[in-house]
């Protein structure tokens, strides 16, 4: 979860997002590839990360609606 907000955070830029996570920028592309693998969407693509971030954002507001 991570990973995939801070993606989103840096506009979907690689370069910043590893960056940010202090993180090699392959390793982060592995992360986004494993997302896809696990989700069946692929977070690099605009169509799939807007219902990955709805999704996320979905999740943010049921914990906070727990609390």
Known sequence: ???????????????????QLNIHRHTLTYRLNKIRELTGYDPQYFEDAVLLKMACTLRTLQTMKAI
């Open 1 to 19: 979860m991570e990973t995939l907000q801070s993606f989103f955070d840096c506009n979907l830029q690689l370069k910043h997002c590893a960056q």
